[in-house]
């Protein structure tokens, strides 16, 4: 899953976003770019994708669209 994260600035923002998605029951492999201010991951078993909005809201960003890849 691909995941629009805006607001991320530097690395302690990836890092924030990182953890975020990684203590989610489900999620995998997170790799998140500050360039291309997204997140991806992947799910071991369906994660939904409000639980993952809130989770990087909670860290202090905006989500935008989820993309399947
Ligand atoms: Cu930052």
């Given at each position: 899953m691909r995941v629009k994260v805006k607001g991320?600035?530097?690395?302690?923002c990836v890092n924030s976003v990182?953890?975020?998605?990684?203590q989610l029951d489900g999620v995998k492999n997170v790799e998140v770019s500050?360039?291309?201010?997204e997140a991806r991951y992947e799910e071991d078993k369906p994660?939904?994708?409000e639980t993952?909005?809130?989770?990087?809201q909670d860290a202090g960003y905006d989500v935008g669209?989820?993309?399947d890849s």
């Open positions: 991320m600035s530097c690395q302690h990182t953890k975020a998605l990684q500050l360039d291309q201010g994660v939904d994708r993952v909005r809130k989770a990087v669209e989820f993309e």
